[in-house]
C-alpha cells in the first residue's frame, strides 16, 4: 500500500511540474528577436562561421561588421584557428591518427551590460591515413562545421546565462 501511494505522489509531482511550464534551458533561444551585430576579421575560417550563424539563428536583424551601438547583442570574433596535431605514428612513420583543435577567442556585450570575453576549445582525434588524402580533407572540414556548430550553441547558452 506504501508503494502505491510513493508512485501516486511521485505521478501527482510530475505532472505539476510538467503543466507549469518547467523546461531545460534552450540555447537557441538566446538571439530570438535581437538585433545583433557580429564583428569579424574577414578570413575564410570566419567566413565559415558566419554562414552557420546565419543559417543557425532566430535573431531579428544581424548586421555585420557594423558599429551600430544600438544593437541587443554585439558578438565580435576575436581568433578562431583550427589545427591538426599528430598523435601517432606507423610503421612508415607517417601519421596515422591525428588530433583537430578548434580554438575560438570572441567577446560579448549585452546592451546595457559590459564586454565580456570567452574561449571555446574543441578537440577530437581521428584516423588519418596519407594516400587517402582527399577523403581526409573532407573529413577535416566536416569536423571544422562540427566544431563551429558546436560553438555557436555554446556562445548562444553563454548569452542566455548573462
Do not use: H, W
Not at 17 to 36: H, L, M, P, T
Not at 80 to 108: D, G, P, V
Not at 126 to 134: C, G
Amino acid at each position: 500500500m506504501k508503494r502505491i501511494r510513493y508512485y501516486f505522489v511521485a505521478l501527482i509531482l510530475i505532472s505539476l511540474i510538467a503543466s507549469c511550464g518547467y523546461k531545460i534551458r534552450d540555447s537557441e533561444n538566446a538571439f530570438i528577436g535581437a538585433k545583433v551585430i557580429l564583428i569579424y576579421d574577414p578570413k575564410e575560417i570566419n567566413q565559415k562561421f558566419i554562414n552557420q550563424f546565419q543559417e543557425s539563428q532566430n535573431y531579428k536583424s544581424l548586421l555585420l561588421n557594423n558599429s551600430d551601438q544600438d544593437a541587443d547583442i554585439i558578438l565580435r570574433v576575436i581568433n578562431q584557428t583550427l589545427n591538426r596535431y599528430s598523435l601517432a605514428l606507423n610503421e612508415n612513420l607517417e601519421a596515422s591518427e591525428a588530433r583537430l583543435e578548434y580554438k575560438l577567442e570572441y567577446s560579448i556585450r549585452i546592451k546595457g551590460l559590459e564586454e565580456n570575453f570567452f574561449q571555446i576549445k574543441l578537440e577530437k582525434p581521428f584516423l588519418y591515413n596519407e594516400s587517402r588524402i582527399m577523403a581526409m580533407e573532407n573529413k577535416e572540414e566536416l569536423l571544422l562545421n562540427e566544431f563551429i556548430k558546436d560553438a555557436i550553441s555554446l556562445i548562444s547558452l553563454t548569452i542566455s546565462s548573462l
